[in-house]
T-cell receptor
Framework: DAKTTQPPSMDCAEGRAANLPCNHS???????VYWYRQIHSQGPQYIIH???NNETNEMASLIITEDRKSSTLILPHATLRDTAVYYC?????????????FGSGTQLTVLP | EAQVTQNPRYLITVTGKKLTVTCSQN?????MSWYRQDPGLGLRQIYY???????DKGDVPEGYKVSRKEKRNFPLILESPSPNQTSLYFC?????????????FGAGSRLTVL
């Protein structure tokens, strides 16, 4: 799986958009980009994934650059409950059964 | 409610005393996996199972065993626990082990081996 690089920490004001960047410059054409988050020591929670096109769901939006070497997760109106570690992961579509490799992630702190 | 259930959530044990951490999912998922999480090391995969009776090693399988006799259950067995297995453990499942499937994680089991 391609390696990802994320900033170790970010702050965001409550009610503002949180934009979390991820670099995956070695991504190959059949690798999806996934985002998960982990609140304190709870089980990681799936947020969103995408291959080429931008994606949006009820939790977030995922913007993938045209060359697919980086992406941004956007939480449109961050709340205090969005404080968590956010993981950006890439995974082969062809089915590397060993699944996702979680790196260190970005600690997002939403400030009141 | 669709979920992955792990038990026990917390356990303190002593070196060498065999223990089993159970994992059960109610979503008819084929794929199940165990991870451990340690400070500074992130989540590392221990074992995974593509389906019933099909299991394989992840990145850190030493000291662990698993079995998959039923689709819904995937217990993690520590035959002779050691202090370096003190960790936070997560079980996860997904519909399949390939393709664009997402993992659903359990709440975690915090194990301390003295």
């Amino acid at each position: 799986d391609a390696k990802t690089t994320q900033p170790p920490s970010m702050d965001c004001a409550e009610g503002r958009a949180a934009n979390l960047p991820c670099n995956h410059s070695t991504i190959s054409g059949n690798e999806y980009v996934y985002w998960y988050r982990q609140i304190h020591s709870q089980g990681p929670q799936y947020i969103i994934h995408g291959l080429k096109n931008n994606e949006t769901n009820e939790m977030a939006s995922l913007i993938i650059t045209e060359d697919r070497k980086s992406s941004t997760l956007i939480l449109p109106h961050a709340t205090l409950r969005d404080t968590a570690v956010y993981y950006c992961i890439v995974r082969r579509f062809s089915g590397s059964a060993r699944q996702l490799t979680f790196g260190s992630g970005t600690q997002l702190t939403v400030l009141p | 409610e669709a979920q992955v259930t792990q038990n026990p959530r917390y356990l303190i044990t002593v070196t060498g005393k065999k223990l089993t951490v159970t994992c059960s999912q109610n979503m008819n998922h084929e794929y199940m996996s165990w991870y451990r999480q340690d400070p500074g090391l992130g989540l590392r995969q221990i074992y995974y199972s593509m389906n019933v009776e099909v299991t394989d090693k992840g990145d850190v399988p030493e000291g662990y065993k698993v079995s998959r006799k039923e689709k819904r259950n995937f217990p993690l067995i520590l035959e002779s626990p050691s202090p370096n297995q003190t960790s936070l453990y997560f079980c996860a499942s997904s519909l399949k082990g390939s393709g664009a499937n997402v993992l659903t994680f359990g709440a975690g089991s915090r194990l301390t081996v003295l």
